[in-house]
């Protein structure tokens, strides 16, 4: 670069100015000018457009998935919401559920309880009309059974003990019995 | 073809006979022709109950008497006494039956009605009415 600037330059003092004076070729500095402006105008009209297209869409893409991160972000988070929503409304109707299901238990459980212990006093009942026909039947029988004895006992003793006299006495309370 | 008498007829007019004073032998020896003319000696039985109430109802009784023992003279003249003053009866004429297994009492047998006064059928009213 040093060498670049200072190759145009002159150790003799300048005879033409100040920029003689400075070592400034007035030729080789238009020169320069028109070059560097060439490539401006050859950067502003191949490379720029093409850099800046290309920054740009790297910039769009980069926007675009910014905002896709954004929208799946949101998605992400209305989903979660939904998501927490329909847990929490899960849960809820777990809740309900649970807790009719333990109502409707204790229902089944109660009914079952108080079924079974009408069965229960049904068949206690049942047990002691049941016995208690028995304990009468077996009276009757007991009494039935001892009234045939004491017919049948009384009709032996008194078929032996009775006779002309004492059936003729028998005939005579009976005939007054009668009148 | 002759008429077919009733038994009622047949036992008013044995009866009525019987109560005229009709020879009892000469009764029975036309009823029994008449029954086996025709052809109704079957009901034999039925119209000697039918006779026994027709007369019953012209004041003369025919009772049977059931004891295990045989009655004495004064006992059977009770029975025909009772009978006559529970029929109203004029005549009481006693059949007298034993049968031991009466075991003690009396049962008259009257037409149309019975009086059981004996010691087996206390005993079996016993056995029936208290039995349960």
């Given at each position: 670069?040093?060498?670049?600037?200072?190759?145009?330059?002159?150790?003799?003092?300048?005879?033409?100015?100040?920029?003689?004076?400075?070592?400034?070729?007035?030729?080789?500095?238009?020169?320069?000018i028109?070059?560097?402006?060439?490539?401006?105008?050859?950067?502003?009209?191949?490379?720029?457009?093409?850099?800046?297209?290309?920054v740009?869409?790297?910039?769009?893409?980069?926007?675009?998935?910014?905002?896709?991160?954004?929208?799946?972000?949101?998605?992400?988070?209305?989903?979660?919401?939904?998501?927490?929503?329909?847990?929490?409304?899960?849960?809820?109707?777990?809740?309900?559920?649970?807790?009719?299901?333990?109502?409707?238990?204790?229902?089944v459980?109660?009914?079952?309880?108080?079924?079974?212990?009408?069965?229960?006093?049904?068949?206690?009942?049942?047990?002691?009309?049941?016995?208690?026909?028995?304990?009468?039947?077996?009276?009757?029988?007991?009494?039935?059974?001892?009234?045939?004895?004491?017919?049948?006992?009384?009709?032996?003793?008194?078929?032996?003990?009775?006779?002309d006299?004492?059936?003729?006495?028998?005939?005579?309370?009976?005939?007054?019995?009668?009148? | 073809?002759?008429?077919?008498?009733?038994?009622?007829?047949?036992?008013?007019?044995?009866?009525?006979q019987?109560?005229?004073?009709?020879?009892a032998?000469?009764?029975?020896?036309?009823?029994?022709?008449?029954?086996?003319?025709?052809?109704?000696?079957?009901?034999?039985?039925?119209?000697?109950?039918?006779?026994?109430?027709?007369?019953?109802?012209?004041?003369?009784?025919?009772?049977?008497?059931?004891?295990?023992?045989?009655?004495?003279a004064?006992?059977?003249?009770?029975?025909?006494?009772?009978?006559?003053?529970?029929?109203?009866?004029?005549?009481?004429?006693?059949?007298?039956?034993?049968?031991?297994?009466?075991?003690?009492?009396?049962?008259?047998?009257?037409?149309?009605?019975?009086?059981?006064?004996?010691?087996?059928?206390?005993?079996?009213?016993?056995?029936?009415?208290?039995?349960?």
């Amino acid at each position: 670069m040093n060498h670049l600037l200072t190759q145009f330059a002159t150790t003799e003092p300048a005879s033409g100015g100040i920029f003689e004076a400075l070592g400034i070729d007035w030729k080789t500095l238009i020169i320069q000018i028109v070059a560097f402006l060439i490539l401006v105008w050859l950067l502003g009209k191949f490379v720029y457009p093409w850099l800046m297209k290309s920054v740009d869409e790297r910039q769009a893409k980069i926007e675009a998935a910014t905002k896709a991160a954004s929208e799946a972000q949101a998605a992400a988070s209305d989903a979660e919401a939904q998501v927490e929503k329909l847990l929490k409304k899960a849960r809820g109707e777990a809740a309900d559920i649970i807790a009719t299901a333990k109502l409707e238990s204790a229902d089944v459980v109660s009914k079952s309880e108080d079924k079974a212990k009408k069965r229960a006093d049904q068949i206690v009942a049942d047990a002691k009309s049941e016995l208690a026909k028995e304990v009468v039947a077996a009276k009757n029988a007991l009494h039935n059974e001892t009234l045939e004895l004491v017919a049948l006992a009384t009709e032996k003793v008194v078929g032996k003990v009775i006779t002309d006299k004492n059936n003729d006495d028998i005939i005579s309370d009976a005939l007054k019995a009668v009148k | 073809m002759a008429i077919r008498l009733s038994r009622r007829k047949i036992a008013g007019y044995i009866a009525d006979q019987a109560v005229s004073g009709v020879d009892a032998n000469n009764l029975v020896q036309l009823l029994a022709a008449f029954l086996v003319d025709s052809r109704r000696v079957g009901e034999l039985t039925l119209i000697i109950r039918d006779i026994e109430y027709q007369l019953a109802e012209r004041g003369f009784v025919l009772a049977s008497v059931v004891s295990a023992h045989k009655l004495s003279a004064d006992t059977q003249q009770s029975i025909i006494d009772m009978v006559s003053s529970q029929t109203g009866s004029k005549s009481v004429q006693l059949q007298q039956f034993v049968d031991p297994n009466v075991i003690g009492g009396f049962k008259v047998d009257l037409p149309g009605r019975q009086l059981d006064s004996t010691i087996a059928h206390k005993l079996t009213q016993l056995r029936t009415n208290y039995k349960k």
